[in-house]
T-cell receptor, first 118, second 115 residues
Framework: DVKVTQSSRYLVKRTGEKVFLECVQD?????MFWYRQDPGLGLRLIYF???????EKGDIPEGYSVSREKKERFSLILESASTNQTSMYLC???FGTGLGHLAKNIQYFGAGTRLSVL | DQQVKQNSPSLSVQEGRISILNCDYT??????FLWYKKYPAEGPTFLIS?????DKNEDGRFTVFLNKSAKHLSLHIVPSQPGDSAVYFC??????????????FGKGTKLSVKP
């Protein structure tokens, strides 16, 4: 079974704090993703990575950065947390762009981190 | 500009009946479609997928239908069970269009199955 583990289920931080959200996958997946989920807005992609030390901006990267020093770990960083970053954060991973094998493109999600910024 | 649209925010169905969740897309480059199910306080879990070369894929009680000309797909759950109550997300990818595996998600439909 694929396992994607997010370090915290619930987190409460103060405005201006630096926040680290950690995600680890155990299936040797190439691709890793960070989303946020807000009511009525669905899942929005923040950043993604196709390889170690590689990162690409998603649809809403402002106020966030990421780090991928090891293949299995993808970190989301809020440099200076703000109240509008209160949200559910979801990490996902997939094997890669398996054009010959569509199942490689299925993304597997962690349980999520509910972040509240006060 | 939403490329994947789930126009019904919620759906209520009686246990044992059919649930039909709908999804429309605008990008003709999409060639792979997925449905995810999400319970509160949990991450989405993959349910079923379909490639653009097919018009139907079935897995137990779940069937996904794809109508490429209408750019429409639907998820049928038969029979519906109370445990199916969750938010369902439709997602699409343009694998042969160079998306590199990125998924575009709809906003979700909350399904409630009443006993």
């Amino acid at each position: 079974d694929v396992k994607v583990t997010q370090s915290s289920r619930y987190l409460v931080k103060r405005t201006g704090e630096k926040v680290f959200l950690e995600c680890v996958q155990d299936m040797d997946h190439e691709n890793m993703f960070w989303y946020r989920q807000d009511p009525g807005l669905g899942l929005r992609l923040i950043y993604f990575s196709y390889d170690v030390k590689m990162k690409e901006k998603g649809d809403i990267p402002e106020g966030y950065s990421v780090s991928r020093e090891k293949k299995e770990r993808f970190s989301l960083i809020l440099e200076s947390a703000s109240t509008n970053q209160t949200s559910m954060y979801l990490c996902a991973s997939s094997f890669g762009t398996g054009l010959g094998h569509l199942a490689k493109n299925i993304q597997y999600f962690g349980a999520g981190t509910r972040l509240s910024v006060l | 500009d939403q490329q994947v649209k789930q126009n019904s925010p919620s759906l209520s169905v009686q246990e044992g009946r059919i649930s039909i969740l709908n999804c429309d897309y605008t990008n003709s480059m999409f060639d792979y479609f997925l449905w995810y199910k999400k319970y509160p306080a949990e991450g989405p879990t993959f349910l079923i997928s379909i490639s653009s070369i097919k018009d139907k894929n079935e897995d137990g009680r779940f069937t996904v239908f794809l109508n490429k000309s209408a750019k429409h797909l639907s998820l049928h759950i038969v029979p519906s069970q109370p445990g199916d109550s969750a938010v369902y997300f439709c997602a699409a990818s343009a694998l042969y269009g160079g998306s590199q595996g990125n998924l575009i998600f709809g906003k979700g439909t909350k399904l409630s199955v009443k006993p």
